[in-house]
């Protein structure tokens, strides 16, 4: 026998199966919050990495920040998040919805909240359906 369209699924057969895609937005929104508040806007790292502290060299992780800084200048996490979003809508791909709310979750912390969010909004509409 099989349940009908109409029966409410269990809560507990609901987070078994959003888990995952909830543990992966929680650790990139983290991850997100680290990369702005310990290395982008840390003033320490920042005064070392532009070399104004004497005696001090640049860190391994200079060039990294650097990266990273480029990438939140030229709205990189918006544009991932969107191409995931639009990906995830029009064909369903599993890594689509992956980039959308990874790409997504990451941008509403740094600086590119508002594309980030809606890319994040059209992978969860797909995940929703699915």
Do not use: K
Not at 56 to 65: E, G, L, T, V
Not at 79 to 101: D, Q
């Amino acid at each position: 026998m099989s349940p009908s369209l109409t029966e409410p699924v269990p809560f507990s057969t609901q987070l078994r199966r959003y888990a995952p895609w909830i543990v992966l937005a929680l650790i990139s929104l983290s991850t997100g919050l680290y990369l702005r508040y310990g290395l982008i806007e840390s003033t320490p790292i920042g005064l070392m990495c532009q070399g104004t502290i004497p005696g001090a060299d640049p860190a391994w992780f200079c060039a990294p920040r650097l990266w990273v800084i480029q990438f939140n200048y030229w709205n990189g996490w918006s544009w991932a998040a969107l191409t995931g979003g639009v990906l995830a809508l029009l064909f369903g791909w599993r890594a689509a919805i992956a980039l959308g709310i990874a790409a997504g979750a990451a941008g509403l912390v740094l600086y590119n909240a508002g594309p980030a969010g809606f890319g994040l909004l059209l992978a969860l509409m797909r995940l929703v359906r699915r």
